[in-house]
Each structure stands twice: as structure tokens, then as C-alpha cells.
């Protein structure tokens, strides 16, 4: 792109135009931007468009059916990525010279927690009325540092980056089946697996080495995996505290020397990003919460299966 004469240095772009920028140059498509910032695709089309013109450089050329950046474009990114920081931790910084429990608070939890999670949440509003809970249920871990959330409540194998906050219990896992089946369809149940997006997880690589066979069924979620077992599919991985309080769900054993717990390293963390940690809206989500999870820890961690107890 040739450079124009009137051309606006990219040091006066607004930081809406950066963000999209950043965004296309991560997801490497349109659409993919345009999903995360919650846009029309012809929309940050049309802003990355006129940010070139504006500026007199081309950022993205096109490759296949995608975006790359140009070396150019190499060059903002490295500093648009260090604006984005510094903006983000400002951010957290204003939230954290908070002295008063009140404002919104948003939380990101995976759906097998709920149950647990939102009585902690009543309680903790009957006590700050003034305290908004934003919850957001989703498989997908937010980024506390990038501000998609202020507080996490998830089973991990470690804490990410910078997050800090509470060790709540070690999770068990097993494998389960329905309830009340007879010998034949027991002899007849397959494995179901989970998706790639989980498959890292500890408990989902010992259950991977028990090599059980194919699976002919995947699952990208822990409550999927939970409904698809209840349907009779077959038998899978499920941490204890979402199955064992289900009468219709049974621990299973796929073969004679088989036990049914699963060695993992996942742990349930209430997790901050560390600037978060002079806020009061989130010193008084996080010491009213806690206790009240670390009182369930005997939930999280299961009672280990009769095999295990003979080992």
C-alpha cells in the first residue's frame, strides 16, 4: 500500500482500531475477530480497512482464507500487544483501590460447580446487598490478566500465569456408568472419551492409558459426558463431586483389575489475577466464599472406591 501524503501516524489510531487489529492478527480470520470482540465481520472489516488507508500501511495480507500480518504489521503487533498490557493492568489497578463492597464482580465458574457455587453466592448478597455477581458459566477458562474475568472458580492441574487465590481441595475422579444395568448390557458398555480441548487434563490422561479400546463417542464437556452415560452410550471419566450425589450414576469398573478412581493432579482453585487483591468488593467475595467451599471439601474429594481402599 503506498504511503498517502495526509497520512494519520498509527500513534493516533484510537485504541478501538487496536484492539481489532490484535484481534484479526490472533484469530487469523474476520469472523474469528469479529467473534471475540462481539462484532459483524464486514464491521472490523471495514475499521482494519480504514486504518490502513488512514495510516498509509498495509497491515494483513490475505492467505487462503485468512489474514497475515505483513511485516509491518509484525511491527504493531509487538507494540499494540504491549498497550493492550499496560491498559489492562491499569485497569486492574483502578479495581484494586476499591475500599467499598459493592459494584459488579464477575465470576467465571464450569457448570458442574454451580450447585455449590450459587448458595455461596445468595448468602454472600444477603450480607452486601450492594454487590453485583455477573456469572459466567462456560468450559472455556476465562484470562483473569486480560480482565474476560475477576474471579475464577474452576478445577485445575495448576493456577495460570499471575492468578493467586485459594486452594479449595484436591479433586477426585472415576470412571461411572448408569446405575441398575443388567449383566448383559454391563458386558455391552463402551468407553465414551472426551474431546481434545480436555483431553490434557491429569485424570484424562490416566483413564487414556488404561487403553479400554476406541471410544465411538467424544464429549466436550463434563456435563455432556454426564448426560451421554445417563443415556446408556457407555462408561467415562466424571469427577466425583458431580456424579456420586446422582443415584442414577454407578462407578464402574471396565475390567477385573480395574479401579475405578483415576490418578489426577486437579485441584479445585478460587483464583484472582494478584492486582485484584486490595479490592474490597473482591476481598469480600473471596473471604466470604471460600470458607464455605473449603467446608465441602470432603465433596471434592471423594470417598476413594473399595479397590482403591485395599490397595
Not at 155 to 175: C, E, F, L, Q
Request: neutral net charge.
Amino acid at each position: 500500500m503506498k504511503p498517502e501524503a495526509s497520512a494519520t501516524p498509527l500513534v493516533e489510531q484510537n485504541w478501538d482500531d487496536l484492539r481489532i487489529f490484535l484481534a484479526l492478527a490472533r484469530a487469523g480470520t474476520l469472523s474469528g475477530a469479529a467473534r471475540q470482540l462481539g462484532l459483524h465481520h464486514t464491521t472490523a472489516y471495514r475499521r482494519v480497512l480504514a486504518m490502513e488507508q488512514q495510516s498509509g500501511v498495509q497491515l494483513f495480507e490475505r492467505a487462503g482464507l485468512g489474514y497475515a500480518l505483513t511485516q509491518a504489521g509484525e511491527t504493531l503487533f509487538v507494540h499494540a500487544q504491549r498497550v493492550e498490557e499496560e491498559l489492562y493492568a491499569a485497569s486492574r489497578s483502578l479495581v484494586g483501590h476499591d475500599q467499598n463492597p459493592s459494584g459488579i464482580i464477575r465470576v467465571t465458574t464450569v457448570y458442574s460447580l454451580l450447585d455449590v457455587l450459587l448458595p455461596c453466592i445468595e448468602s454472600l448478597q444477603s450480607e452486601c446487598p450492594a454487590l453485583r455477581v455477573d456469572l459466567d458459566v462456560s468450559p472455556m477458562a476465562r484470562d483473569l490478566e486480560r480482565r474476560e474475568a475477576d474471579v475464577a472458580l474452576r478445577p485445575t492441574d495448576g493456577p495460570p500465569g499471575k492468578a493467586v487465590g485459594r486452594r479449595i481441595a484436591h479433586v477426585r475422579w472415576a470412571i461411572f456408568r448408569k446405575a441398575r444395568l443388567g449383566r448383559g448390557k454391563l458386558q455391552g458398555l463402551q468407553p465414551l472419551e472426551y474431546s481434545a480441548d480436555l483431553a490434557q487434563l491429569s485424570a484424562l490422561v490416566s483413564y487414556k492409558r488404561l487403553r479400554l479400546g476406541g471410544a465411538r463417542l467424544s464429549l466436550s464437556s463434563v456435563p455432556a459426558m454426564r448426560e451421554a452415560i445417563l443415556a446408556g452410550q457407555g462408561f467415562g471419566p466424571l469427577p466425583c463431586y458431580y456424579a456420586e450425589c446422582d443415584p442414577r450414576l454407578a462407578r464402574h469398573s471396565p475390567g477385573d483389575a480395574c479401579d475405578p478412581d483415576l490418578a489426577t493432579d486437579s485441584e479445585l482453585w478460587l483464583l484472582i489475577h494478584g492486582d485484584l487483591r486490595t479490592s474490597a468488593r473482591i476481598r469480600a467475595f473471596i473471604d466470604h466464599v471460600a470458607p464455605r467451599l473449603v467446608a465441602q471439601r470432603a465433596l471434592f474429594e471423594g470417598a476413594p472406591s473399595e479397590a482403591s481402599s485395599k490397595r
